[in-house]
């Protein structure tokens, strides 16, 4: 009995176990904090070819700052708002936390958003899509860098509504996320003269997509809105072609990223309208950080993977030039520089925290088009960033209209 | 157009085919949960992790040694089965006797550990398995596209959930298999290799969800967690059917299914927990299930 209940005991412990590599820094360290999803569905987004990318930025720094070494730590929110913020605390009480890069989750990052000002570490949002980061749930200290549901609704749905897909019906993961997403795209189809149609609200992580595709298909719409992410974005897009959705109507990913598109198959995405805010084949600064991620990681990296890059470096730009790791003074020196590196050219940080910069709108190639692996996308249009992140809209404190 | 509550008939039979194919992957793995329960008394949490770990097979199976979809069919079930076997004997073996519950913590500790392996091995993200040749296209039924893969996972599974039936109801190595759970010592006493019998139920069992495992791989992207939020749904079929009755398990999968199907047109919103509010009721007004002996 007694070694049926140890048993028992040491499953649910390795179970439960957490997946904490935290390093002990010493109170002259530059910390940096990764808190992100490295074992759920959004783990092959971020995870840990983000924490790759992260070493990646710190080591072509050099690895010190102002004379200081720079260490990193790093944990699994597990998508759970909870866990994140309580970590988060922890590491700014006990380990002298500097910085935090982290997301892939709204709710994850609101949470998280409101530690950081409060113990005044700036947050550097990246993979979690709600705008709603940089208005109603601004802080100080929160920069949103990547992509957020405004600037992906802008891409997809401006584009396609241009070239001709007037009526749209949406597929909307019944969720926060999934609504934003939905509105944001309605709005940009109704601004360019478009109609929206009507919209399935589908169960998040729902097992059988092909009902609520042929509600789509009655409706008579041209495009097929995808307002979901991760698993049922490729589960959903896998159905509409096997039912045939794709030959009547144009699918338009509102949020997919290459990790989703190298996982169908080209057979499968061919023809998909999606927005990004990196590529690796865009140009050669691009290409030449996609060649040694890719031979660490034997994969080219996601947008969010290469933000984790871009962000970690502006930041120790900022503190060397400010000379010192208090979190106002680089908080100052981030919003009045502009930022230039393999991820962005000429992008700077607005007063409520959002990164504006380029956005890319793709078409996924065919099979024919495509000519070495990854060779996923071709560019439809290079949204400027004024375009892509839209104006201020007031509801954030720091930054009225 | 006909038209029954406003919904027109030509979308009613669309979606009561789909709701038949869903209902099929149901029935298959409630029935493997149906035997499993009803032989051993286990409650088999790991049963997703299981059907996960078939379409992983199929898919590894594809990339490492070309075996085909229609190799993979066989294989990765008695694969798998090898492996629920090998854990029936290692571990379940010495919770005989005690309460479900440690059983259920065991399986479930047992989940977690397969659905995180996957996860190490094959990333988060998902892989594409490509629909058999055979099986591509679809047909137009007049009312409805239907590809033909998904006819087919109707057909499988009608022919798999018969003939467990009627292995299990009607032969003699089910009459077995029954004594072993009414009186396992007796059985024993005739000479019955008992405990390879027990294993055997369980290695079953996990074979049938590693059938479905391989059937769904062409119609989803296979990801490690692809059966954690299938299983939930599946145990609300068993508990509906009545556990552990193999004919409640089958029937009530197939109903569920179209049920569910139907719930898709009139209100997306509940597709989801539509099985869940269904087993509240039979559990209030038939506590041992639809098919189940009080």
Redesign the interface.
């Known amino acids: 009995m007694k070694r049926k209940t140890l048993a028992i005991a040491t499953t649910m412990a390795l179970a439960l176990m957490a997946n904490v590599r935290a390093a002990h820094a010493a109170t002259n360290d530059v910390v940096i904090g990764d808190i992100d999803d490295l074992s759920g569905n959004y783990a092959d987004v971020a995870g840990a070819g983000a924490i790759e990318a992260m070493n990646m930025a710190i080591a072509d720094f050099g690895g010190t700052v102002l004379g200081r070494k720079i260490v990193t730590l790093v944990t699994d929110h597990q998508n759970k708002p909870d866990i994140g913020a309580s970590k988060l605390r922890a590491w700014a009480d006990q380990n002298g936390l500097n910085m935090l890069l982290g997301g892939s989750n709204t709710g994850v990052s609101i949470a998280m958003a409101k530690v950081a000002a409060a113990k005044k570490i700036p947050f550097f949002a990246i993979g979690a899509g709600g705008s709603s980061l940089t208005n109603e749930d601004c802080t100080a200290y929160t920069i949103h860098y990547v992509y957020d549901t405004t600037s992906l609704a802008n891409g997809t749905a401006t584009t396609i509504v241009k070239n001709g897909g007037k009526s749209w019906f949406y597929l909307t993961a019944d969720y926060a996320f999934g609504a934003q997403l939905q509105t944001a795209a309605s709005k940009v189809v109704e601004a360019n003269g478009g109609k929206n149609v009507g919209a399935v609200r589908v169960p998040l992580g729902a097992s059988d997509f092909s009902s609520f595709l042929l509600q789509a298909q009655g409706s008579g719409a041209q495009v097929l809105g995808l307002a979901n992410a991760g698993e049922d974005f490729s589960n959903s897009l896998k159905a509409a072609n096997e039912f045939g959705i794709t030959s009547t109507m144009k699918p338009a990913a509102l949020l997919a990223f290459i990790t989703n598109i190298h996982s169908l198959g080209l057979q499968t995405a061919q023809g998909l309208y999606l927005t990004t805010a990196f590529y690796w084949d865009l140009n050669e600064d691009t290409r030449a950080f996609g060649k040694r991620y890719f031979a660490k990681m034997k994969r080219e990296p996601t947008m969010d993977q290469a933000g984790y890059y871009s962000a970690t470096l502006t930041y120790l730009k900022a503190v060397k030039a400010v000379g010192t790791t208090d979190s106002d003074k680089v908080m100052a020196e981030l919003k009045r520089t502009k930022i230039d590196d393999i991820f962005v050219k000429g992008g700077y940080i607005r007063a409520d925290g959002v990164m504006v910069h380029d956005m890319y709108v793709m078409q996924v190639k065919s099979p024919g088009e495509s000519r070495y692996p990854w060779d996923y996308y071709k560019l439809v249009k290079q949204m400027k960033g004024a375009e892509a992140f839209g104006p201020i809209t007031g509801l954030c404190p720091l930054a009225p209209k | 157009m006909t038209a029954v509550f406003g919904i027109p008939v030509t979308?009613l039979l669309?979606?009561l085919m789909?709701?038949l194919?869903?209902g099929s992957?149901y029935a298959l793995l409630s029935l493997g949960l149906a035997v499993i329960f009803g032989l051993m008394g286990i409650v088999n949490f790991a049963h997703g992790a299981f059907y996960a770990l078939g379409a992983f097979v199929a898919l590894f199976g594809a990339a490492q040694f070309g075996i085909n979809y229609w190799e993979a069919l066989v294989l990765a079930p008695l694969a798998v089965g090898l492996i629920g076997v090998v854990a029936e004997r290692l571990?379940l073996r010495?919770?005989h006797g005690?309460d479900p519950l440690?059983g259920l913590?065991?399986t479930?500790?047992?989940a977690?550990?397969i659905e995180?392996l996957l996860?190490q091995a094959f990333?988060?993200?998902?892989?594409?398995y490509p629909?058999p040749h055979a099986l591509m296209g679809?047909v137009n039924l007049g009312f409805?596209?239907l590809?033909i893969?998904?006819a087919w996972v109707i057909v499988v599974s009608v022919v798999v959930c018969g003939t467990t039936w009627f292995v299990i109801e009607r032969t003699r190595l089910g009459a077995t298999l029954r004594a072993a759970k009414e009186n396992a010592p007796l059985l024993q006493a005739f000479g019955v290799n008992v405990p390879f019998l027990v294993a055997a139920t369980y290695g079953g069992g996990v074979a049938l969800a590693a059938l479905a495992g391989v059937l769904s791989a062409p119609?989803?992207?296979v990801?490690p967690?692809m059966g954690s939020?299938?299983v939930i749904?599946v145990f609300a079929v068993v508990v509906i059917g009545g556990m552990g009755s193999i004919l409640g398990a089958v029937v009530s999968g197939l109903a569920l299914g179209v049920i569910e199907?139907f719930t898709?047109?009139i209100y997306?919103?509940a597709?989801?927990?539509v099985v869940f509010v269904i087993m509240a009721l039979v559990l209030v007004l038939r506590p041992a299930g639809l098919f189940g002996k009080e």
Do not use: D, W
Request: aromatic content about 10%.
């Open positions: 979308v669309g979606q789909l709701g194919v869903n992957f571990f010495r919770l005690l440690y913590l065991m479930f500790g047992l977690l550990v995180g996860h990333g988060s993200s998902g892989q594409s629909v679809a409805m596209i590809p893969y998904r119609i989803i992207l990801t967690a939020s299938l749904v199907g898709k047109i997306p919103e597709s989801n927990i």
